[in-house]
């Protein structure tokens, strides 16, 4: 069983910065990495996903050009700048081990996820 473990997360002023830390202790089989998170009375949503397959980058339309996923020695990093107040949510990594057939942004399917950070954007 993968336990995943994130870190990072806080309170952050409007056009500041935040790094998420998502810990992925012996994964090795995966189809999709990412980012997702949940606003209070909304659905969760993807913001930024690795796809395996051809190793493709994805970012939701509200995180292009702001936000950076990176993974390195079995640690998937979420890079946000110039946060904006609707950006607040709870952050969640998740990791996919099967092929979905949907986009990697779309938060179905993924078996394993992290126990969420929150990040509240405000002055």
């Known amino acids: 069983q993968l336990q995943l473990v994130q870190s990072g997360g806080g309170l952050v002023q409007p056009g500041g910065s935040l790094k998420l830390s998502c810990e992925t202790p012996?994964?090795?089989?995966?189809?999709?990495i990412g980012w997702f998170r949940q606003a209070p009375g909304k659905e969760r949503e993807g913001v930024s996903c690795?796809?395996?397959?051809?190793?493709s980058t994805n970012y939701a339309p509200s995180a292009k050009g702001r936000f950076t996923i990176s993974r390195d020695s079995g640690v998937l990093y979420l890079q946000m700048d110039n946060l904006e107040p609707e950006d607040t949510a709870v952050y969640f990594c998740?990791?996919?081990?099967?092929?979905?057939?949907?986009?990697?942004?779309?938060?179905?399917?993924?078996?394993?996820w992290g126990q969420g950070a929150q990040v509240t954007v405000s002055s």
């Open positions: 012996g994964l090795t089989d995966w189809t999709a």
């Open positions: 998740g990791v996919a081990t099967v092929n979905r057939n949907r986009p990697c942004l779309v938060p179905i399917g993924y078996k394993y």
């Open positions: 690795i796809a395996r397959r051809g190793s």
